[in-house]
């Protein structure tokens, strides 16, 4: 499974972004997908997941900030990011697993770079 990111840049505190992720290759029925994230001299975290239903997780940074959405006709997962905080400043990831999981995933994508910066 390949997975190709995109939506990352700078924003200003309190911006917005929409990070998009597609997913290629031999994609199983039944997978999850999400996003981690890891910002500078920090440990890589989950961010949200969702799985093929619509079943959704948020760490509890994000929790009423952050959307997380699938196409699954297109194999794509998006991060929907309001209200953006210099602490959301990180390279994020995005995941696909063949089943749930919050610790671990089988795929990652290269990383999309979020700036939150004025």
């Known amino acids: 499974v390949q997975l190709q990111a995109s939506g990352g840049g700078l924003v200003q505190p309190g911006g917005s972004l929409r990070l998009s992720c597609a997913a290629s290759g031999s994609i199983l029925r039944g997978n999850v997908m999400g996003w981690y994230r890891q910002g500078p001299g920090k440990q890589r975290e989950l961010v949200a997941l969702i799985d093929s239903g619509g079943v959704t997780y948020y760490a509890d940074s994000g929790k009423g900030r952050f959307t997380i959405s699938r196409d699954n006709a297109k194999n794509t997962v998006y991060l929907q990011m309001n209200s953006l905080r210099p602490e959301d400043t990180a390279v994020y990831y995005c995941?696909?697993?063949?089943?749930?999981?919050?610790?671990?995933?089988?795929?990652w994508g290269r990383g999309t770079l979020v700036t939150v910066s004025s």
């Open positions: 995941t696909y697993n063949r089943r749930w999981s919050t610790v671990s995933a089988d795929y």
